[in-house]
């Protein structure tokens, strides 16, 4: 175990030297530093114990195929052996994103529905690019997650065991995040990484873990045999249709909470993600692009409420009820999609139509004028607008569209009717 002092320098593969700055902070395998690179500062992740050349071999692969999307704060230059150890230097975390856990602990919370809709949109976007590029990540848990509580964007750190799906790390993962499978003595892959990304999602959304109700709080001492049974060979969702494992009054409010508020397409998936059929068919478990289009569904029934200002889902358009005033809320229309996609349309809120996270329109009220409701190109390119008696208009970023029944609007490729 070597540990380094500031002005220490370490020598990188291509070349070039760190020089230490500070420590900031520290873990079980490593310590990350502050380093200066060449007049730029970057984290160093230095292991206290050199894993093997397997190991070291697998960073310097990753490092040149480089990082599957933005979300990843990827390993970007690989040190030499010296020093007893080695390590790899990433992008610094930037100010104001917080780990996954202080939100599951009420230190940090979402300044919106809206931003916690763009952060599960960003983990599912990253594991979707990360799978595509035939790599798995393996120690999929609550560690991994930066969090920006008000834009929802997240970085995905601890990168350093992934590894091309099928090969072994040798890495099981953490304990309650784990597959079933994985509890169960398999190795780790894509399929367990799909398992451990639904867990995730949940917490996300209904701040409590999905498999930890009233069975597993009865529990009197958490042993390891206790383990593989309640996340591996009797694991038991807490809203399976078997009731044994209730999510508990007092220990497990969150969910008890917020599970009744949400949609129901997100309750079903759920459901149907974590029942014994799919648990135990790893390769049935739903795909990253799947739940991107459930979590697109979501955003386009959240509105804010023209009554209270709050954002709600709206889950019946013909009878929309706000779920913070319980009052029935006025839609200002709706943009309908060919393939029966339909999002709702009030002052104030925020539409998303592909599933990035840059906002696409704002629907903006305009008091006094015709149309009291209009749509803002906030995107950088032209919108085409096509009246009912043919006419047609481009609109330029920052220009609007008023909320007029028969309007079909062009963004990009997909052609909307306002109705
Ligand atoms: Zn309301």
Redesign the pocket.
Known sequence: MQELKTGDKVNLTNGVQAKIVKELGRGGQGIVYLVDLGGKQMALKWYLKAPDNKFYKNLEENISKGSPSDAFLWPEYLTRKEKGSYGYIMKLRPQGYYEFGQYLLARRQFGSFEAMLNAAMKICEGFYKLHLSGLSYQDLNDGNFFIEPQTGDVLICDNDNVMPDGRKSGIMGKARYMAPEVVGGKAPDKYSDRFSLAVILFMLFFGNHPFEGSRVLACPCMTETFEKKFYGSEILFIYDDNKENRPVRGVHNNVLRRWPAMPKQLQDAFKEQFSKEILSAPDKRMIEKKWKGVIQSLRDTLVR??????E?FVSDSAAPV??????L?DLSGKLVLGNGREILLTPNTTVYIDDDNNPDIKVIPVPGDKYPVQLQNVTKKNWVVETQSGKIKSIEPGACVPVRTGLKLSIGTLKFEIQ
Do not use: R
């Open positions: 409420c023209p009554k209270c200002g709050n709600t706000c779920m913070n005033c319980g009052k809320l």
